[in-house]
Structures are given as C-alpha cells and as structure tokens.
C-alpha cells in the first residue's frame, strides 16, 4: 500500500528526509504513507525513492551501481533524468520519487501497468496512491462514465478509474509533477520490427532458452505453484518448471459442463512433465461463497469471470504451503494466439477485392436488393458490413451492451451523463499510436493494452493476491517480449493458423494433444449454473437490484433478463449477469451512501 498527498502551495522545500520515518512522511504541504513489507523506501537528504516490485537491470552499469552502493546511491539519478533511468530497468515494478528542494514528484509504472498508480490532480494539490479507492482526493464520488466503461470492457482501463477526476497511470507510462503543472510522459512503447523472413532453427532456439531462463530466474529451491489450464501457455510454463528439477505442483480448475471443462488436457501436461497435479471441479456453492470477497477485494469493478477459478486455484496452492505462483498469461497476446486475429485477416481480404468490383457490383447488389436477404447472402452482407468497417471501430459490433441495445439496457438520465462513444475514442488512440504495419501486430499491440494491461493480469494479480501469494508471469520477460518484437509477422499468424511459431518451436516439447487443442481457459459455466441454483440465482437477483435502485440498470431490462434472455441463452446473456452482479457487489461493498 503506497498513499499521500503533496500541496505545492505548501511543500516546505527546505525540510529533507534523513532523520524521518519513511513508513509514515508527515512534512508541511506533504503526507505519504506506504506498507513497508511491500515497499522499500530509501532517502538522500532532500530526496526519496519508493520501489515496489523487485526490478532487474537492462542498463548493466545502473546494475552495478546498486549492487555496490544501495538504491540511496541513485536517487539522484533518478530524480534528473527519470525517462533514461526507468528504461535502464525491466520486470514488475513502480516507483515514486520525491525532490523536496526542486518541489517535484514522479510516478512511474512498468510495461504492463502490475504495480500501477492512481492519481488526483485537484489545483496545486496531487493526491495519490497504488488502488483507486485508496487516493486520498479531496472529493469523491462514483463517476457514470466510469460505471459505462466497466459495462462496456468488462473492467474500467486506464486512464480512466470508478471515480470521477481519479486517473491511473496507463502501462508504461511516468508522471512528473510540479507547482505549474502535472504531466503525463510514456517512457516505454513497443516497436515491432517485423522483417520479412528469419532462420527458424535459431529463432526457436533463442525462444526457448528465453522462456528457459524466465522460469529458472525466478526460483530458489522452494516448491512452487503452477496455473495449468491445460493450454499451451500455461503447460509450456509447468513443463519448464519441471525440466528445472525445482519442486513444482500444477493445480487446474475443472467444470462439469460441457463446452467449458478442460481437464482433460490438464492432465495430460501433468502426466507429461511428470509434476504434481491438484485438480479441483469448482461448484456453485464455490461461487456463492467467493463471489462477494473477490469481487469487493479489487480497488474497483472488475467483471473477469476468470477470477473465481483463478482465486480457487491461488487458495489451493496458498494452503499447501506455497507462496509463490507460475501463470502462463501472454502468449496469445505475444505470439498471436486468441482467435479474433484469425477472424480479423479474413475481413482484411475484402481490401484486396477490386474497387471497381465492391462498389459496382458487391455492394450494390448484396446490401441494398432483395438479393441481400436470402439466407446466403445475409451471411456475405454481414461480412462486407463488418469489412468496410474500420478497426478498431469493428470491434464494437461484438460489443454486449451495443449488441442489446444501450437504451434498452440504460435509463434515459444515466445516458444522458455518459459519452457512449468514450470506449472507441479509447481504443482508436490506442489502436493508431501502435509503431506497427501488419494487421497482426496491430492487434496484439491493442491486446497488449485492453487484454493484458486492463484485464487478464489484474484479474491473475488480484486473485492471487487475496490468497496470500506472488505471481510470476514468465511469459511476459521483458526479453521474451522483446524477441517478439522481433518475428517476422507471418511466424504469428500463418495464414490463418494461430502463433504458427510458438507451436513449431515447441512442438517437441508439448504433447502433441495440447499442441492441436482448441482454446477454452478458465472460463465459467455461469449462466447455466444461475438457472439451476437458487443461492446463486438470489445473488445475482439481490446484486443486479442494486443497480435498478442506483438508476444504472432499467428494471424491465433486468427483469426479461432472468425471465426471457438467460433462460433461452445462457452462456450469451449469463455474461452480462455476472458482469451486472460483480459491479453491484461492488458499488454495495465500497460505495453505500451513492444509492
């Protein structure tokens, strides 16, 4: 926990931090206070350093200097020259420094935001701390917009939070703060190289010693957990484990519905490698009594419906004597794993169709004739709706709430002080800023931020988090992420064959059966489950009332939702259940007064 408060108005820039507590910093115009088992605090006369995580250096000689001198040696460093400093380190981390003398402060998170800050800028007054609920601003009050953004993404992305006028920090990203102003700096973007052709052999070797030393780098000899869903990631990170000789257990999650249960392969990796495996088939009654501690456990919103298996799998582990855990997100996201990029290149194709050819005749005759309403050609009209559709703009056709209509789903007067197109602006900024040409690595950039950043590491960190452990994610090493960058496109996406490269390479590593597995995850039978349980159906019933009653939901919209929607589809509405009721577990936990 990192939180406080600087008033530029009436920082005492003559004062200095030797003799201070720096758990507890109360100095005029200045009140920081921080956990001093997470975060290490060090202190040069007028300046402070708070370091959470535990980074490595990619600048060797900045390495060498701590190694010798301590942290305290290179505050300075830090303090005149943040963007040259930050980049000289890699893994998990999130600094704040302080210069009494110069009255400035700093912010920094890592590439993927896993120690992150939220911050309030209120006149010459900065508030700020690590979790949104904990930024001691001078006001605060749930914001509508956040609210939207949550139902929209299933998680509120920076820079946005819950709260109204309190940002977070975006992934690789610094703020520097002053008596005239607060800026926000991106220290680190990626930049895809993408060369046309490579030597495979050597490029599969590299990989593999990459993900090699990743694994090993974060071992001790102590037994450790492992995430195993049975997919290629999580099984590529247990069979290193394993290869490694360190004392390893794999624990998978298990449903028993069809279409969402992967324990199969889970087994198969296990038995593979040749490590300990805890399977767990998780129930209803599993989640009727974890659903209010996880969903309230999180410093805002989060609607992962992965995080209840990924809570059980931490707990499991925590409570075999482990403290630390292995999770094999990234991946997909590095190597082009998730299906959507698949689906994404077929509608590129359109582009390569003629001009003359789409205008005077495709659509023409397909989208405004009766032709266009016969069973086949209402399937090529959808495709060329959604090819002359631009990304990211495209993306918000799937969207669930666009798909439901939002004033169906919304109240007129929630609406009316929201921007509902605020989402895609989001994704458009990102989405034109990526250095990258290939469609592909276009798409893994815009993942990197909404799939990654805001939304499957918070959900492996929080849960984790809540039962008392540390992840690892190796397959996000800032080498391994950077030799990504460096793959030809087609070693992601050949053709439309998914993360071509990942499997080639590994594919006398893995079992064949995992290699040509589809993809599944963790994710949850929720919907069916609601229909046939009463704890679970007067939870979801009793949480997504407290959005009727805050004027988010409509009450007919809800009520057809249990009666006619869920009923008739419930892996497809079931999301939005689950969705509604983590954010009314939410909003009742940490906000009351607002109903």
Known sequence: MIRGFIDFDTLDRNQNFDRLDLRDISLPGLQLQHDGTRVAAFANGAQLMLLQGEPR??????????????????????????????????????????????????????????????????????????????????????????????????????????????????????????????????????RFEEPASADFASSATTFKTLIKSAVERELDGASVGAFLSG??????????????????????????????????????AAKHFGVKHVPYYITSDDLVANIPSVATSYDQPFGNSSVLPAYLCAKLAHDDGHRKMFAGDGGDELFGGNTRYAKQRVFGYYENVPGLIKSALLEPVIMQTPLGKLPLMRKAASYIEQATTPLPERTAQYNLIYRLGMDNVFPKDFLAGVDTDAPVKLQRR??????????????????????????????????????????????????????????????????????????????????????????????????????????????????LDVLVERNILRKDFVSELFSTHLPAYPGYYGEMVWISMMLGQWLDKHAPASR
């Open 57 to 190: 250096f990619r600048d060797a000689a900045l390495g060498r200097r701590v190694a010798q001198d301590g942290w305290t040696a290179v505050i300075a460093q830090l303090c005149e020259a943040p963007d040259a400093f930050i980049a000289g380190l890699e893994g998990r981390f999130a600094l704040l420094w302080i210069d009494l003398a110069k009255g400035r402060l700093g912010l920094a998170s890592d590439r993927f935001n896993t120690y992150g800050f939220c911050y309030a800028s209120e006149g010459r007054r900065l508030s700020f701390a690590d979790k949104a609920n904990e930024v001691p601003a001078l006001r605060r009050e749930i914001d509508r917009q956040g609210v939207f953004d949550y139902l929209y993404f299933h998680a509120i992305p920076a820079p946005g939070t819950i709260f109204k006028d309190i940002f977070r920090l975006e992934p690789g990203s610094r703020l520097n703060a002053d008596k005239e102003r607060t800026q926000l700096v991106a220290w680190w973007q990626p």
């Open 231 to 268: 997919g290629t990631d999580s099984s590529t990170v247990v069979g290193m484990l394993a290869k490694s000789g360190n004392p390893v257990t794999a624990y998978s999650i298990g449903f028993e519905a069809e279409g969402y249960d992967e324990m199969e392969f889970a087994k198969i």
């Open 430 to 543: 990102v989405w034109q800023n990526t250095t990258a040409h290939a469609l592909v690595n276009k798409m893994l950039n815009f993942d990197w931020r909404f799939t990654l950043a805001d939304n499957d590491l918070p959900k492996v960190i929080g849960s984790t988090r809540l039962a008392g452990m540390n992840v690892i994610f190796p397959l996000l090493d800032d080498a391994l992420l950077d030799f990504s960058l460096q793959l030809p496109p087609e070693y992601k996406l050949k053709g439309l064959q998914l993360r071509w490269f990942f499997k080639e390479a590994l594919k006398d590593f893995l079992p064949p059966e995992i290699i040509t597995k589809k993809k599944q995850g963790f994710g949850l039978p929720y919907g069916h489950w609601v229909l046939k349980h009463k704890g679970l159906d007067k939870l979801a019933r009793e949480s």
